[in-house]
C-alpha cells in the first residue's frame, strides 16, 4: 500500500482500490472519495485518478511527493486545462511532446517535489530547442503547482535560452497579389489541383482568416446584407464570413478559437467578392445537397501547403506559405492607414505587439516611400540648398 497525509491506493484481488479525504475527523471536516480500477491497469493510471479525485476534494493526493514527472505528464496533465481554462487541443500536446523529450529522459523518474530549479535549466540546455522546451517544461511544472503537487513556482528564476532567429520571410506586395490573382483565374489547372478551392482559400486567407480558419469555412458562414454606412451616407452590401470553426490536422474540424477574439466577422474584401462567388456556385453544383454545412476547401493541413507550392509555381509567383496571406492583408491594410485597432480586430487579435512582431512587413518599397514622406515633413524643397 502506497500512502500519504490525503490518500492512498491499495491493489485488492483485482483491482486498484483508490481512496482519498481531506480534512480531520478531530475538526469534524473529514470528507472521504472512493474509486477502484481494474488491476491490469498501470498504476499510473490509479495515481492520476488520485489526483483527479484530489482536485475534486479541494486537496492534493500526492502532497508527500510520490509522483514523478514521467507519471504526471503521462497521466494528469493531458486532461488539465490550459492557462486560459480551456482543453488544450491535440496541434498543442502534439507539440509539447516533441519540446519534452529530452526534459523526460532526465527527468522522467524524478519525483516532483524534488525536481529543482538547477535541474530545470540543465532539462532546458540539454535540449536541441531550449527556448521551446522552457515553453513546455514551465507549462506541465506549473501545472503541477497549481495541483499541489510542489510547493515552490517553478521557473521563478530566469532560465536564459538563445533562440535562433530566421529571417522573415516577406508577404506579397501589391503588385504580386494582383499578378497572382490574375493567374488563378486565367492558367490552365488539372482538375485535381481544383480551382474553385483554391480561389475559396486565397479569397479567405486574403480577408484576414489564418490557414485553420480558412480550411474550416463552411458556405453557411459566409453571408450578404445591406447595411447603413455612416461614412457615405447610403445603404451598402457587406459580404462577410462568420469565422467560428476551425481545422486542424491534429484536432480535426471543430469550433474552437485561441482566444475570444478569434471568434469574429471578417469582411470578404470587394475586390475578391465576384471571384468567390463564382467558385462557391462551381463547388455547389459539383457537391450537390448538404454541402452548405461542409468545409469549402476540403483538403488536409499539410496537403494544402504541398499544394499551394505547387499552385505558386504554376502560377509563376513568388511562394509564401499559406498563412501567409493573413500577413499580407495585415501589411497591406497598415500601410493604407487602417487604424491599428480595427486591423487587430478584422484579424482576431486583441493586442497591436502581436500584430508589429509577427505580422506587419512593409517592402522595401514601401518603407523607400514613408522615408520620402518623413523627408517631405522635415522641409520643402526651396529649403533643401539651405541644409547642404
Known amino acids: 500500500m502506497a500512502r500519504n497525509r490525503v490518500g492512498s491506493i491499495r491493489k485488492v484481488g483485482n483491482r486498484w482500490k483508490v481512496e482519498v479525504w481531506r480534512g480531520s475527523a478531530e475538526e469534524g471536516t473529514l470528507v472521504r472519495a472512493y474509486d477502484s480500477l481494474p488491476a491490469d491497469r498501470p498504476r499510473e493510471d490509479a495515481e492520476a485518478l488520485a489526483v483527479a479525485m484530489a482536485r475534486r476534494l479541494g486537496s492534493s493526493a500526492d502532497r508527500d511527493g510520490g509522483m514523478t514527472l514521467g507519471t504526471f505528464w503521462r497521466t494528469v496533465f493531458p486532461s488539465l486545462p490550459s492557462s486560459r481554462g480551456t482543453p488544450r487541443s491535440k496541434a498543442t500536446m502534439r507539440q509539447y511532446t516533441d519540446y519534452m523529450r529530452v526534459p523526460l529522459e532526465l527527468l522522467g523518474d524524478k519525483r516532483l517535489n524534488r525536481i529543482t530549479h538547477s535541474d530545470l535549466a540543465l532539462a532546458v540546455r540539454m535540449s536541441s530547442s531550449p527556448h521551446n522546451a522552457k515553453v513546455a517544461l514551465r507549462a506541465v511544472m506549473r501545472a503541477a503547482y ?170 509563376g509567383v513568388r511562394y509564401i506559405p499559406p498563412g501567409m496571406l493573413r500577413h499580407t492583408t495585415d501589411t497591406l491594410a497598415l500601410t493604407a492607414g487602417v487604424q491599428p485597432d480595427l486591423n487587430d480586430k478584422m484579424h482576431g487579435r486583441s493586442e497591436h505587439s502581436s500584430t508589429y512582431k509577427h505580422y506587419f512587413r512593409p517592402d522595401p518599397g514601401t518603407v523607400e516611400e514613408a522615408a520620402r514622406l518623413i523627408s517631405e515633413s522635415i522641409v520643402t524643397t526651396e529649403h533643401v540648398e539651405h541644409l547642404f
Request: proline content about 4%; overall charge neutral.
Open 146 to 315: 497549481d495541483n499541489e503537487l510542489v510547493d515552490e513556482m517553478p521557473f521563478q528564476r530566469r532560465v536564459p535560452t538563445h533562440r535562433e532567429r530566421r529571417q522573415q520571410a516577406q508577404p506579397w506586395t501589391r503588385m504580386e497579389v494582383r499578378e497572382f490573382l490574375h493567374r488563378l483565374r486565367t492558367v490552365p489547372l488539372d482538375p485535381s489541383e481544383d480551382r474553385d478551392e483554391m480561389i475559396a482559400y486565397t479569397v479567405l486567407g486574403l480577408s484576414g482568416l489564418s490557414k485553420s480558419e480558412a480550411l474550416g469555412v463552411r458556405p453557411m458562414d459566409i453571408r450578404s446584407e445591406r447595411v447603413y454606412s455612416f461614412l457615405l451616407g447610403e445603404q451598402i452590401e457587406t459580404v462577410t464570413v462568420e469565422v467560428a470553426m476551425t481545422y486542424t490536422d491534429a484536432d480535426g474540424w471543430k469550433s474552437w478559437a485561441k482566444n475570444d477574439h478569434r471568434h469574429r466577422t471578417a469582411a470578404i474584401l470587394p475586390l475578391l467578392r465576384g471571384m468567390l462567388f463564382d467558385a462557391l456556385d462551381s463547388l455547389a453544383a459539383r457537391r450537390g445537397r448538404g454541402w452548405e454545412a461542409d468545409r469549402i476547401v476540403q483538403r488536409r493541413s499539410d496537403g494544402m501547403v504541398r499544394d499551394w507550392k505547387r499552385l505558386c509555381d504554376r502560377m
